[in-house]
């Protein structure tokens, strides 16, 4: 089946978007949808098979296990063991915006998410469609819009060259205004570690974590 373009630039559009990427969520398929970072292909988090079609439709395996997108901070309670101190810190300054967040899950979430060995990885996007579409259905499995070692996207139409038909919507949000993956901190272990630099510096995060930046560094 032929897939469809939103242009979510109009409100029409955006409307008539919204619409199909929720029918197409809540029917276990994804979705390719706008963050600040990049482009991103995503999927109800709950439902594993639509997880394995993202990972699927990637070409990547479990062992690259799938972020989570919230389109609340009050969602992540729900997902975490616990809500320490250093996550609400992280939190209340990065989000919404380039952070990634690996925390400790709670232990109880049907979920499969790739080898995630009982962590998942948390982020609140700076856009306000994808906030829109992850208050209506939830929190998404969501990983950049991209087949495994290309670029990852920063336009619907870059996305589109490389997953074709295989995704049936793409919300078209306009060009990602930060064009580079989030930035991912690791605060399961006993100290927080930087596992990928992007688009929030170690600088920014050592202020507010106020953490020496060697401290940070994947040892």
Known sequence: MASQTYDCLTPAGRTDGIKAAV???????????????VYGIGCDAFNNDAVAKLLATKRRGPDMPVPVLVGSWSTVQGLVREFTDTAQTLVEAFWPGGLSIVVPEAPSLPWNLGDTRGTVLLR????????ELLREV??????????????????????????GNAVPVYLDGG???????STII????????????????????????????????RK
């Not at 969501?142 to 336009?155: C, D, K, M, R």
């Open 23 to 37: 029918d197409a969520i809540r029917a276990g398929q994804c979705v390719v949808m706008p963050t600040d970072t």
């Open 175 to 181: 060009r990602s205004t930060v064009g580079e993956p």
């Open 124 to 131: 609140m996007p700076n856009q306000p469609l994808a906030i």
């Open 138 to 163: 939830g929190p998404m499995g969501v990983s950049s819009a991209n087949l495994t070692g290309n670029e990852p996207p920063v336009t619907t139409s870059a996305a589109r060259q490389q997953f």
């Open 186 to 217: 690791d605060i399961s272990g006993p100290s927080p570690v930087i596992l990928r630099n992007g688009a929030i510096s170690a600088e920014r995060i050592c202020e507010v974590l106020n953490l020496d930046p060697e401290s940070l560094r």
